[in-house]
């Protein structure tokens, strides 16, 4: 079997409910992080990894994601005749960024079943799943430091970080034998447990490098929960025919799919912009005295 990690898949064809109205008639997807769309952080971590084919899940009213990552003649060449070629050159730069190939899930049926909608241009290669609502911000891409463990331990491995023992109950749990301080040979995975019943406290927040038999799995992987064939069933499966590794992964997480975790976010990637940083201080050092 290759070994090289070489395609990503990126499922957004859920409904973005939590983040209604906005999502009412735009993709959850495309809602920026002060002036990039999610998306487009979560494509840039991956070709940072080296992935150079990126396998968009996507569904109805979701044409805003392709049109993103394509040129934009129009605008790109009327920048440019008012000799704004900066902004043309951030325009193109998004089009040229990667190899964008989408693939339609009719029906929401789970982000198992999102996964497996890619299967047929995955084929028998391994690949790498970033989930758009989990902003990961590290000097190693998270992707990469995942890849790279596939890479060397020809073995599975999902992306995990230590939540707080009252916040199992949001994630996806895994359970095994720790190798190292960092790195679990997985034995069970739980989704959203009780804390009494959570195996460890290490969550999957939405980074994975997988062996292609994870398509075996989820095609007898049974719906769960509200009929949704649910990922983690599959790779539950998968950790009992394959080696499946979890690594605590360097880096910090946002939850962008969740309201707080979203204007964390923002701030955060604002006050790291040279151009913003001040103004952005003086925002906020003015609504806290206000309080
Ligand atoms: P979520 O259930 O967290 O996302 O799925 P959602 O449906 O977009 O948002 P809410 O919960 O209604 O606000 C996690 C990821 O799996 C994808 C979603 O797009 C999201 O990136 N997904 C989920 C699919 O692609 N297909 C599905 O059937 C379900």
Do not use: W
Request: charged content about 30%; aromatic content about 6%; proline content about 6%.
């Amino acid at each position: 079997m290759k070994r090289k990690v070489r395609k990503a898949v990126i499922p957004a064809a859920g409904l973005g409910t939590r983040f209604l109205p906005a999502t009412k008639a735009i993709p959850k997807e495309m809602i920026p992080i002060v002036d990039v769309p999610m998306i487009q952080h979560i494509v840039e971590e991956a070709v940072r990894a080296g992935i150079e084919d990126i396998v968009l899940v996507t569904a109805r009213h979701k044409e805003a994601i392709e049109n993103h990552f394509d040129f934009n003649y129009e605008l790109e060449d009327s920048l440019e005749k008012k000799n704004k070629n900066d902004l043309a050159e951030v325009s193109r730069a998004v089009g040229k960024m990667c190899n964008l190939i989408s693939i339609r899930q009719k029906m929401p049926l789970g982000l198992g079943h999102a996964v497996l909608t890619a299967a047929p241009i995955i084929g028998d290669e391994p690949f790498a799943i970033l989930l758009g609502d989990d902003l990961i911000d590290s000097t190693v891409p998270c992707t990469k430091q995942l890849v790279d463990i596939y890479e060397r331990e020809n073995a599975s491995v999902v992306g995990v970080m230590e939540v707080p023992a009252d916040e199992v109950s949001k994630y996806g749990i895994v359970g095994g034998k720790m190798l190292d301080p960092r790195t679990m040979h997985v034995q069970n995975l739980v989704e959203k447990p009780a804390p009494k019943d959570a195996p460890s406290r290490f969550a999957i927040p939405g980074r994975y490098v997988l062996s292609p038999t994870i398509f075996e799995c989820l095609r007898q992987t049974k719906p769960g929960k509200g009929g949704e064939i649910q990922l983690t069933d599959g790779l539950q499966l998968l950790a009992e025919r394959e080696r499946l590794l979890a690594y605590q992964f360097d880096g910090t997480r946002y939850d962008t799919g969740d309201r707080l975790g979203f204007i964390d976010a923002t701030i955060s990637f604002a006050l790291r912009r040279p151009d913003l940083k001040s103004g952005v201080q003086e925002i906020l050092r003015k609504h806290l005295e206000r309080k």
